[in-house]
């Protein structure tokens, strides 16, 4: 035990930046609504930084709150403001957060509301290499990276990646594949016995397997919002 | 230098005390001086397969709590010599066993056996954790039948990530593969999984395969190690294992269906 019963330590969480150029309650509630009702609880009570880089006028900070409680979201702060929104925002308790540098530019250009998932880490996706079998009972999570696995993953075994996820071995267990909802992702597997099959929150479980790829190299991925199964070649 | 060798499977009831005893007396019976540790505080059962349950004085908590030293609490086998005995406290927990308490006895143990033989209790839960955390070799005991082979994963989970030498970064214990109640004619009909079945989910290397036996529960109600039982099938492929864990190549046996009927033996049908 520390004989500290208090420590400040820095740590880096992932946290959803929503990039939108009018930030008015009245523009941004109908957008939001809609976006959120595409995945309902994949973003419940999410920690939401909001990007104010293109924001002009002062947004009505206390409005926004309000709006964000009502959506089942926390706004936690406000990254790219100018100062004197910085010093509104301030106000209306809201941190404020250096940019981080994935942090696209170009998605502000976009005259719509979209919540983008970008982590405060490196954008270049990296891989997470496992070298043995993953067993039952362990989870592996690649985060903001591709999932290499060279064994087996077993039975109530979960595998978990921001990125791809491939599997050289057989996949008795569970495959989440871009976790933090990066619809482009897929998964590889050498030998599909899957228990479950996800891609950006749409999954399978392993019922909706069964048939002409069971037991057999596949490669899952989602095409127009529905998983497609299909050989790999 | 001793051999730690946890025996070990997740679940209960696939036969890691009958085979920690039959694997023990082998080793020993091969002239190494073994000991066959009881982990599963509680429900002590090593000392009835071994039938040494009425010499029973001291026990490993015990040892570990200073109440008495290991030469009072071992039991000699009075049939195999180097052959003893640590038994489980009966009337205690498995929180019992510390880290630290374990250590000093395998430690103490080390200076004098060649092998150390840790009967692990079922479940993932501290006592099976202590039976294993020490271990140089595993021997991971599994039925052929889903449920065991997958608890079997489990436990090489844990033996791949929660044990001395994941935690000090050595090298990996080594995995054995033990199946137990195998049935050749249940499988033949699809009722088991096969050898083969068993070490592709598994994916480790196979140290034997004892066929399912009348001879088991013989032995486990005469308190005689079943590979004393030197006729009987589990007895031979008990011994053919310990000759594996020793190092020597044998082929396995029992695999199949036997052929039977005087016809058939007479035309090799």
């Known amino acids: 035990m520390s004989e500290h019963s208090l420590e400040l330590k820095g740590s880096l969480f992932p946290l959803s930046v929503l990039h939108c150029t009018d930030v008015s309650v009245s523009s941004l509630e109908p957008l939001l609504s809609a976006k959120l009702a595409q995945a309902p609880g994949f973003f419940y009570q999410a920690p939401i930084v909001l990007n104010l880089q293109d924001c002009q006028q002062v947004p009505d900070f206390v409005a926004l709150k309000q709006l964000f409680v009502a959506l089942k979201l926390v706004l936690v702060g406000v990254t790219g403001a100018s100062p004197t929104i910085k010093a509104a925002a301030q106000d209306a308790g809201l941190a404020v957060l250096q940019a981080g540098k994935t942090a696209s530019t170009k998605a502000n250009e976009v005259p719509q509301t979209a919540i983008s998932s970008q982590q405060l880490a490196p954008s270049t996706m990296d891989s997470k290499i496992v070298e043995q079998t993953v067993r039952s009972g362990q989870q592996i999570y690649a985060k903001g990276a591709d999932l290499i696995i060279k064994g087996a993953v077993g039975a109530g075994a979960e595998v978990i990646a921001d990125g791809n996820i491939h599997i050289y071995g057989s996949l008795r267990g569970k495959a989440i594949a871009g976790a933090s909802g990066d619809t482009s992702k897929r998964i590889y597997c050498f030998n599909m016995q899957a228990e479950l099959i996800s891609v950006a929150g749409n999954y399978w479980l392993s019922d909706s397997l069964q048939g002409e790829f069971w037991g057999k190299p596949a490669c899952i991925k989602l095409q127009d919002d529905t998983l497609v199964i299909s050989e790999l070649v | ?269």
């Not at chain 2, 001793?2 to 009958?18: C, D, E, P, Y």
């Not at chain 2, 436990?155 to 990530?161: E, P």
Request: proline content about 3%.
């Open chain 2, 1 to 269: 230098m001793a051999k730690i060798i946890v025996v070990t499977s997740g679940k209960g009831g696939v036969g890691k005390t009958t085979s920690s005893a039959a694997i023990g007396t082998g080793l020993a019976l091969a002239g190494h001086k073994t000991v066959i540790v009881d982990f599963d505080i509680g429900l002590r059962n090593l000392d009835l397969i071994m039938g040494c349950e009425r010499r029973v004085v001291y026990d490993f908590v015990n040892v570990i709590n200073g109440e008495a030293n290991l030469k009072q609490t071992l039991i000699k086998d009075k049939r195999v010599d180097n052959l003893f005995i640590l038994p489980a406290s009966q009337t205690r927990d498995k929180d019992a066993l510390t880290k630290d308490g374990v250590e000093r006895v395998l430690t103490e143990l080390a200076k004098e056996f060649d092998f150390i033989l840790c009967d692990s209790p079922a479940g993932i839960e501290s006592g099976a954790m202590m039976a294993l955390y020490f271990a140089d070799e595993a021997v991971v005991v599994t039925n052929p039948e889903v449920s065991s082979v997958r608890d079997s994963d489990r436990i090489l989970g844990m033996l791949s990530s929660k044990s001395r030498r994941a935690e000090q970064g050595l090298e990996g214990i080594k995995e054995h593969l033990l199946l137990t109640r195998y049935n050749p004619e249940r499988v033949q009909k699809g009722e088991m999984l096969s050898v083969e079945d068993v070490k592709e989910i598994l994916a480790i290397e196979l140290i034997g395969v004892i066929p399912e036996s009348q001879a088991v529960l013989n032995a486990s109600n005469s308190g005689q190690p079943v590979i004393m039982d030197k006729d009987s099938d589990a007895g031979q492929a008990y011994l053919d294992t310990v000759q594996r864990l020793l190092g020597e190549t044998v082929p396995f046996r029992f695999l199949t269906v036997e052929k039977k009927g005087f016809i058939k033996r007479i035309f090799g049908g």
